[in-house]
């Protein structure tokens, strides 16, 4: 499997995302958020990921834009630790809750560890 992140992996469907919010769980390694729920999707993939940058923390657009671009890279660059092993399929909704603009390094690190806090959560 590519290191890609086709559109079909990618979360899109207001109701999911609703849905997120009401029923999904979380697992946090700040300043990311993830945001997760085991649900039927509408394409054959094991997940769905979307990312969200409150505008309440970041008033500018490019600054929020930019902290999803690195957050999109980070998950498709991991992705393969919960893809490959996740039984079910689920939609998935990274939250950056920090309040300054980070680096890559900070937000590939805090991803990864949001990954692997959802995989052993779902080994159990």
Do not use: C, W
């Not at 469907?13 to 649900?39: A, D, H, M, R, W």
């Not at 498709?76 to 390094?105: H, Q």
Request: charged residues 30%; hydrophobic residues 40%.
């Amino acid at each position: 499997m590519g290191l890609s992140f086709p559109k079909k992996e990618k979360l899109k469907s207001k109701k999911l995302i609703e849905q997120l919010f009401v029923e999904g769980n979380s697992v946090s390694s700040f300043p990311i958020k993830l945001i997760y729920l085991q649900t039927k999707l509408p394409f054959e993939v094991a997940i769905q990921a979307g990312v969200s940058v409150p505008k309440k923390n970041f008033k500018s657009a490019v600054k929020r834009n930019r902290i999803k671009r690195l957050m999109r890279e980070s998950y498709r660059l991991n992705k393969a630790l919960v893809f490959n092993n996740s039984k079910g399929s689920f939609a998935f909704l990274f939250l950056y809750l920090g309040k300054e603009m980070p680096d890559f390094t900070l937000v590939d690190k805090n991803l990864k560890a949001a990954l692997h806090k959802f995989k052993k959560l779902n080994d159990e």
